[in-house]
């Protein structure tokens, strides 16, 4: 079924049929203002599923109490442009040209050709413009530190992408409507990112918990030291 019937559909929901209508008439729009909005959601929500703490403002101007209070930081708009100016573009077109590739082929061998072209292509793209904008993001600035996280994090992020996208596609395909699979998508790749940024969050927490212990073991053994020469 084809994004323009499925708008007209009467048994629609009015709001994913505006959706559609904006996603047929403005295509790379929507998907830019869809994935902004989601990485700077995304973002918020990790902060606080992670128990990050944004330290409170010194100045007493409301907005700022609003956005530490709400855990908005400056990383989550920047998240959004990423979201706006690089993952729905490159999703846009790198999708795009492989879906109009298989055009027209609707057998079962086309369908595994193009899970198969996802996996090995579209997704391993997808992978390094995410992590290497999450390094500049996370403060990286020399090609050394963005291949450092490249290195340490790429294969384990596309083999979750791997043992997810699939499932996500068959799913879709089975149990449910193709003018609900722009949102079943874009909710699956919200849920998948959330849980990941999550988690490296709470790794960095952990992390600097552990190294502020360690200073401060250090820094009673050397009290306590100190002590000990004085009293000889």
Known sequence: MSAPNAVTRKDINPLLAKYLASLAARPLLTKA????????????????????????????????????????????????????????????????????????????????????????????????????????????RSSSQILAVLKSKFFPVLKMTWAISPIAVLTAQKFLPPETWVIFFNLVSFVMGTNLNTAIKKQKLKALAEEQAKKEREAKEKGGSGVESTRV
Do not use: C, W
Not at 38 to 53: P, R, T, W, Y
Not at 99 to 110: D, I, R, T, V, Y
């Open 33 to 140: 203002v869809t994935a902004g909005a989601l990485s700077f959601v995304q973002e918020v929500l990790a902060n606080h599923l992670a128990g990050v703490n944004l330290p409170a403002p010194k100045s007493a101007n409301p907005l700022r109490s609003f956005t530490a209070a709400a855990k908005i930081d400056s990383r989550a708009f920047k998240l959004a442009l990423y979201g706006f100016f690089i993952s729905a573009p490159l999703g846009h077109y790198a999708v795009g040209s492989l879906q109009k590739f298989f055009e027209g082929k609707n057998g079962p061998s086309a369908r595994f050709l193009l899970l198969l072209g996802n996996n090995l292509f579209v997704a391993p793209l997808q992978t390094a413009a995410y992590l290497t904008s999450m390094a500049v993001i996370g403060g990286a």
